[in-house]
């Protein structure tokens, strides 16, 4: 195809580019733009110097983070929560679609869509706190621990629920959310 062809071929068709120019310009804003923001990780980075005033150190950060003593657990930790959000993530709402599916009780069915729904509406920051709130030692679920007999349990100081409590927390926020954001 010529130059002279092409030309021709644009201003013919000029009004179905101008329907792609929303596309495209999204694509530049949203992806390739914030792209120049990774030049900070190969960067002694200052937001007094900005982007292209700061030093760059190269691979610096990048060789401290992988020598670093906590950098094997934090690269499991990282490994085990990606692999327990697929492995729970994927086929509780599923799960919980089909059963809701076979309730037969119209207004409890309803009643049950909006209890898991409601989590959706809320930010992450009402919703941390509200997990916060019944996971603590005075919590919802240790009162209910200590109404059968047991010993309140620490969720939020002991290391070994940290993960549990993520991947749940994130699958009851989005468990029936057609539109996921995890």
């Not at 190969?42 to 937001?47: A, E, G």
């Not at 037969?104 to 049950?112: M, N």
């Not at 699958?171 to 539109?179: A, L």
């Amino acid at each position: 195809m010529t130059r002279k062809t092409a030309a021709g071929m644009m201003r013919r068709n000029g009004i179905l580019y101008l329907f792609l120019l929303p596309g495209v310009l999204y694509f530049i804003v949203f992806k390739y733009l914030p792209m120049y923001g990774i030049l900070i990780a190969f960067q002694d980075y200052s937001p007094f110097k900005g982007i292209l005033g700061s030093d760059f150190v190269g691979f610096k950060h990048f060789i401290r983070f992988f020598e670093d003593d906590e950098f094997v657990t934090v690269f499991r930790n990282t490994l085990l929560i990606s692999l327990y959000k697929l492995a729970l993530g994927f086929p509780v709402p599923i799960a919980l679609a089909l059963l809701l599916d076979e309730v037969r009780l119209a207004w409890f069915r309803r009643t049950a869509q909006t209890l898991f729904y409601i989590p959706h509406f809320f930010s992450w920051v009402i919703f941390g706190g509200l997990v916060i709130q019944a996971l603590s030692s005075k919590g919802m679920i240790n009162s209910v621990i200590a109404m059968f007999g047991g010993e309140p349990i620490l969720f939020l100081t002991q290391k070994e629920y940290f993960r549990t409590i993520l991947v749940v927390s994130e699958i009851s926020k989005y468990s029936v959310n057609p539109h996921r954001a995890g």
